[in-house]
């Protein structure tokens, strides 16, 4: 059988299998149904021309020929695994790509980043515009994004979920607050592409805006602007995001540990 054709997801999902000695179990590890588990084993098994499993009044069995390749299958496991964590250690160390919210990046995230560069000037920064830049496509480490929560990712929260009105006058909309004057009014008179941008808006006297109250706070010490209240829980808040494998890495968690510490 050739090497690209090689039933991986299959044999991963056997290797569980055989491990519990029962589909369900194996399906709750991997998150898939035990309908999918069931379905993998019976192709696996048309495509190696064997049966895997043998039911029996006391649960699953394995086969003769199932049991006579199962130590080398988790052989070459483990080494699927040494292998990937010789491509994560070969890994550059010192270089961080990173997607944030520009305006974001502007108002809290560089000046951060400035002071932990400061720190382990062999670094090198790449930043990604945009907070849902695809984390493959971009190669990227770590994003920051103004969510509800991580979701499927790792992340803990920068600061509190919190907004400030700022301004006066009429609203002024952005995409994370779409509809300031509430879902049945009507649109704002002026809308803008992000928070920053709302915040610019308002400290131009073109209006007031609902922004995040990280964004705002910079501004609000200078007096650049002035707030229309007390900051204000909301459902949103700023995130550090990444999927489990980059956020596992060494380099990823210290620059974590540097952005919420302090």
């Given at each position: 059988m050739k090497r690209t054709h090689l039933p991986l997801n299959a044999l991963r999902v056997f290797d569980a299998a055989a491990r519990h000695l029962s589909f369900t179990r194996a399906a709750d590890e991997l998150a898939?149904?035990?309908a999918a588990v069931?379905?993998?084993?019976?192709?696996?098994?048309?495509?190696?021309?064997?049966v895997l499993f043998r039911?029996?009044?006391?649960?699953?069995?394995?086969?003769?020929?199932?049991?006579?390749?199962?130590?080398?299958?988790?052989?070459g496991f483990l080494q699927f695994e040494d292998a990937v964590q010789a491509m994560q250690a070969g890994q550059s160390s010192h270089v961080y790509t990173i997607a944030a919210p520009r305006?974001?990046?502007?108002?809290?995230?560089?000046?951060?980043?400035?002071?932990?560069?400061?720190?382990n000037p062999e670094i090198r920064l790449a930043i990604v515009d945009g907070e849902n830049a695809?984390?493959?496509?971009?190669?990227?480490?770590?994003a920051v994004r103004w969510t509800d929560g991580p979701?499927?990712?790792?992340?803990?929260?920068?600061?509190?979920?919190?907004?400030?009105?700022?301004?006066?006058?009429?609203?002024i909309g952005w995409p994370g607050d779409p509809s300031p004057g509430g879902e049945d009014s009507e649109p704002a008179p002026l809308n803008v592409g992000d928070a920053g941008l709302a915040l610019a808006a308002a400290a131009a006297g073109m209006g007031r805006a609902r922004v995040p109250a990280m964004l705002a706070a910079a501004w609000l010490e200078q007096g650049r602007i002035?707030?229309?209240?007390?900051?204000?829980?909301?459902?949103?808040?700023?995130?550090l995001v990444a999927p489990t494998p980059q956020w596992r890495q060494k380099k990823v968690k210290a620059l974590i540990t540097a952005l919420t510490e302090g």
């Open positions: 898939v149904t035990p069931g379905q993998q084993i019976r192709a696996l098994e048309d495509l190696l021309g064997v039911r029996t009044s006391k649960g699953l069995e394995l086969t003769e020929e199932a049991t006579a390749g199962l130590e080398a299958l988790r052989s305006d974001f990046f502007a108002a809290w995230l560089a000046p951060r980043l400035a002071a932990f560069r400061a720190g695809d984390f493959t496509e971009a190669n990227l480490d770590l979701g499927e990712l790792e992340g803990l929260p920068l600061g509190l979920p919190e907004r400030v009105t700022v301004g006066d006058g009429e609203w002035s707030a229309a209240g007390p900051a204000e829980t909301c459902r949103r808040g700023y995130w």
